[in-house]
């Protein structure tokens, strides 16, 4: 096998763009060739160490690396300050011409502040950019992101929503946002590319069913046309509840709830319960529900069915899909009752961990009513 130094330039820039920039740095002390081969390198990322003892140190690298990197290389740039409590400026460490190639840009203050120089926000060609916490920035006159498409901003409590809104008016492709609740709900705004929404919020149950109808109706008042996958996510936990919705027409109602054909729900005691009954209730043209569990649902918990069956169960459901499925009393009723009234339906898959239960749950589920009479039901481990 040839020596490493041998390889072209191209690849050897392509191997080092997926390893730690710490290490990128330290290849200059392998010959005198590779000596500035790391400032030409297209991804850097920095992740603060958790000691305390270190943070200068950290601060001290990131501003002399990002110094000495080479105009128009950078393409994707990371920072993660965890614990760092320090504050960091980079704005003197940057030059324009460095991020004039710049596609992605991810940042995290951690528990400090970082602040970040005004032209981030008129780079043509940024297409990711991902902000959280106490970032600090001053928005030029003009904000100018011609190929943004991905765009998360969250927990920013120094940046006010008319900033929030200037990016937002001023991102054409945006095809993707991650915002919070609390900052959403004060938007009004046409966004007529965006297809993919996340909302994040501060409950660590998950939204309950009346925070759901806050949610959609606020949603509804901005424009968005292409809007198709929406996912509500408690910012603390895994819960969340995601939807796909299918495109509006002009000759139905065009809610949120009438469009949604998918949805997956993750279980918590507290609230999956009122979720699931309401969500079928609303979702009249449902064809996919996933469900996953997060928490078990144990056999204290009482599945207490709906007094009527809801629409999608009779006439659109097709497929079901059960992650995590424990078996236990509590979650054997409420799959019981979706395989005996959902009567479209075409596969219900169980995906289970259990493997010392695996036959007795396969027992269980044969012997449950279908109303379908054309439904296969998969088990899985």
Known sequence: MGNISEFPEDLLLMILSFVPTKDIVATSLVSK???CLWTKVSRLTYEAPYFSDKYTGFARFLKESLLSHQPHALET???NKRRCSLRIDIR?????????NLRELEVDSGVGYIRLPSFLFTCKKLVVLKLK?????????TVC????????????????TESIHKILSNCPLLYDLRLEHDVMSNLHIAMPSLQRLTIVTGSIFGPSSNKLDRYFSHLEKISTPSLKYLNIQAWVSSVYVS???KSPSNFEDTSIYSRIVQLELSIRSSVFEELLI??????????VLKISNKLTLRNRWNWKPPSSVPTCLLSTLQTLEW???TGTCAEKEVLSYLLKHALCLKTAKIITESCGLFKKMKKDLLSMPRGSTTCRIVLKQ
């Open 243 to 245: 939807v796909r919705l």
């Open 33 to 35: 060739s590779w000596r």
């Open 323 to 325: 992650r995590g499925y």
């Open 278 to 287: 309401y969500l079928l209730k609303s979702s009249m043209n449902l064809l």
């Open 92 to 100: 003197p460490w940057i030059r324009t011409d460095v991020l004039c």
């Open 133 to 141: 916490g106490r970032i600090v920035v001053k928005l030029p006159s």
């Open 145 to 160: 992101l011609p190929s943004l498409k991905t765009l998360h901003l969250l927990h920013l409590t120094l940046l006010k």
């Open 77 to 79: 740039l990371y920072i």
